[in-house]
Each structure stands twice: as structure tokens, then as C-alpha cells.
């Protein structure tokens, strides 16, 4: 069973439709919720960290919520720039060494002009 | 400039012929991972590095060695590569290894024939 499930595997917006995207979790003490952004053939580039239910961050088109169980990503009025694979990972407390991380699988978003 | 870096980019080799890609950074983080990336799978950790001479194993571990001699090297050593190790990899960094965000490299893609 995925511990982090990312929805919708792929989304096709057009320029200036805005939309969500969801990251839910099924891990207990949460340590961390990560968004990151990744274009084709190159490393992930971080976004956000949330720690804790209610918070929320934003930069430029992108606000990150968290909730106890899931964590949204809302695009608003996305530019073809925009276009991307996000992915989530989640931080969890484990019972030794380091933490857990998980990564979901992404969903792939393609902003059309 | 902060980054981390590998080497090589790209790579093709044969099954059993021993391989080094090899991952630096300059920001003087302690904690240090690598993960390989394949369609429909997505990011899993191999080994993790939460200091110097202290190492883990990750998620998908099998086939795979490190090493961290010095703070700003990690190493990631296929002894007999198999056709099944074909993926692209990447290293990543973070200050330490609770609830910090991740800086990855640009990526290996290799291919074992």
C-alpha cells in the first residue's frame, strides 16, 4: 500500500485555468510535507515545506495547504511556464535512525498557451 | 554558487563492469542520499548519509554500495551492474536529516547493456 498518493497522474490545463493538485498520506508523526517541482531530465527543485495542519505557503502562481491527511497544490492562473512534474515526499517519524521519506509519484501538468 | 553535482551525466556500460558515479556538494550539509527515478515508480531512496561514516540503507538498496569519507562526498558504487540498474539517478542534500528540504543533483542516466 503507497503511503503517499499523488492526484491526478496527469493534468492539461489552459493558460490562465487554475486547478489543484493533491497529495495524500497515510503515515503517522508527520515530519514534514515537501513539495517539489522537476522538468524533464533534471533533478527535483524544491518548492514548500509544511509541518503541521492549517499552514500554508505561497510563492508566485503556487499556495501549498496541509491538512492532517492530505496536502493540496493550487495553481492559479497558470502560465506555460508552469508546466512540470510535481512531486510530494513525506517525512515521517520512524523508530530509529533516520526519518522515513517517501516520495509520491507525481502528477505531470501541461499549462497549453 | 550552491549546488550538488555529479558525475558522470551519462553513462553506458556493460552487465558486471564496476561503475562509480560520484555526488559533491559545497553547502556543508550533513545529510546526503541517493535515489534512482523510474517511470512509473518514481523517486526511491538507495542509501542515505546522515554524517560522516554513517550510512543507511534505503528502500532499494540491493546491487548498490557507499560511502561517505568526507563530508562533502557520497559515492555511489555498482560493483556488477545488472540490465535491472537501468534508471536515472540522483544524489540530493540537506542541512541535516529531519524536516529539511532536499538539494539534488542534475542527475546520471545510465544504462547497463
Redesign the interface.
Known sequence: EDQVTQSPEALRLQEGESSSLNCSYTVSGL??L?W?RQDP??????LF?L?SAGEEKEKERLKATLTKKESFLHITAPKPEDSATY?C?V?WVSGG???G?T????THLIIQP | EAQ?TQNPRYLITVTGKKLTVTCSQNMNHE?MSW?RQDP??????IY?S?NVEVT?KGDVPEGYKVSRKEKRNFPLILESPSPNQTSLY?C?SSPL???????????TRLTVT
Request: proline share 4%.
Open positions: 515530519r514534514g515537501f517539489y531530465g533534471k533533478g527535483p527543485e524544491f515545506t509541518y512531486l515526499a517525512q535512525g533516520a526519518d521519506l516520495f509520491g509519484k507525481g | 550538488v545529510y535515489y512509473g515508480l518514481g523517486l526511491r531512496q542515505y546522515m543507511d540522483f540530493a536529516a529531519g524536516g529539511y528540504e532536499q538539494y539534488f543533483g542534475p542527475g
